[in-house]
């Protein structure tokens, strides 16, 4: 079965395997398991961050980050496709007790001038706006990457209007693959940062909130509250050590994959559109009178799974399981279909 529905089906790989059964361990809710304390310090020097913070999953780094940025009726401002608001069961409201402000913009890109014309007035029939959450890359945007120059746009629109920035980097790797910019300069822009290691980057499970020192310690009290605090989690940070180390160099072998799978796409009869591929998420709409259930089916029922995403879309994701044998295998069995 090739199985382009994410990048989070991959399974480590055997060098992986083997740096995860020799990691040193303890017991991370103490703060004493040093593979996991090792990650932290790692990833927080590579963004020049002052702490990192290790949790299961990048929906935990997420509504951490709006948990000690806000209080109660305060509003986030995001994209209306954001991983926050769509895809993290309500979160920010059952967690935090926010208030979602939401933005259109080009492939779930918000801009500067939008944020600041979004901003609460301060007047009591509003909630007070107090955070403002990116996503890159936008993974309903298919893939879409900021450019740099507008995040610092952003940045200025907060600084100048008292908010923070978050940036919720699920496959922010994936973005700097794309532009060739360093971490560190995404560290000086936002408050906060979430990175993710069980998508692009291959690992099994796990993702890191960046902060100060008195927003991680913060993070740790809220990460206990939700259920977040693991013992001996340094098999599994061992294998995010790993990734930052071997995978994300090859992050543009699924680039350039996904490149392929979208020209495929192009040639298709049934499909009417295929979303700009600029890293590993390929977007194509449907024409009118075929169905996502159709083309789901289609495929399935010849090895290849896929997601619908709505309105006639379907998301193909490469990733480090999905070689060139199986692209060659893709194209040969999608372009039978009719």
């Known amino acids: ?55 299961p999953s990048g929906t935990m780094t997420n509504q951490i980050a709006m ?23 309500g979160g920010m409201m059952y967690n935090s007790m926010l208030s979602p402000k939401l933005l259109e913009g080009d492939r779930g890109m918000i801009t500067a001038q939008q944020i600041e014309d979004s901003i609460n007035p301060d007047d009591i029939h509003f909630p007070n706006s107090r955070l403002v959450v990116l996503e890159n890359t936008m993974n309903k945007g298919g893939g879409a990457v900021y450019k740099i120059e507008d995040i610092k746009n952003i940045r200025k629109v907060c600084d100048d209007k008292n908010l923070k920035l978050h940036l919720d980097g699920a496959r922010f790797f994936n973005a700097i693959a ?21 998508k692009g980057l291959g690992a099994p499970v796990g993702s890191v909130l960046l902060g100060t020192k008195a927003q991680i310690k913060e993070a740790r009290r809220v990460r206990k509250v939700f259920g977040g ?75 290849i799974l896929a997601v619908g995403f709505g309105k006639g879309l379907i998301r193909f994701v490469t990733h480090l399981d999905f070689a060139d044998n199986s692209l060659n295998q893709f194209a040969e069995v999608i372009k039978k279909i009719s």
């Open 229 to 303: 605090g693991m013992r001996q989690a340094g098999y599994l940070a061992a294998a995010c050590i790993h990734a930052l180390d071997n995978h994300v160099g090859r992050l543009q072998e699924d680039h350039d994959r996904a490149q392929k799978i979208g020209e495929t796409l192009q040639e298709l009869s049934f499909i009417q559109e295929v979303y700009p591929v600029e890293t590993n998420i390929v977007i194509g709409k449907l024409v009118e009178g075929k169905s996502e259930k159709w083309l789901l089916k289609e495929l399935e029922n010849q090895g």
């Open 1 to 55: 079965m090739i199985d382009l529905r994410s990048d989070t089906i991959t399974k480590p790989t055997t060098e992986m395997l083997k740096e995860m059964m020799s990691a040193e361990v303890g017991d991370d809710v103490f703060g004493d398991d040093p593979t996991v304390n090792a990650l932290q310090e790692k990833i927080a020097s590579l963004f020049e961050k002052e702490d990192a913070l290790y949790c």
């Open 178 to 198: 794309k532009t060739g910019e360093h971490p560190a300069e995404y560290g000086k822009l936002f408050d906060t940062i979430s990175i993710c290691f069980s």
């Open 67 to 89: 948990r000690i940025h806000t209080r109660p009726q305060d509003e986030v401002i995001c994209h209306k496709y954001s991983h926050v608001y769509l895809y993290e069961g």
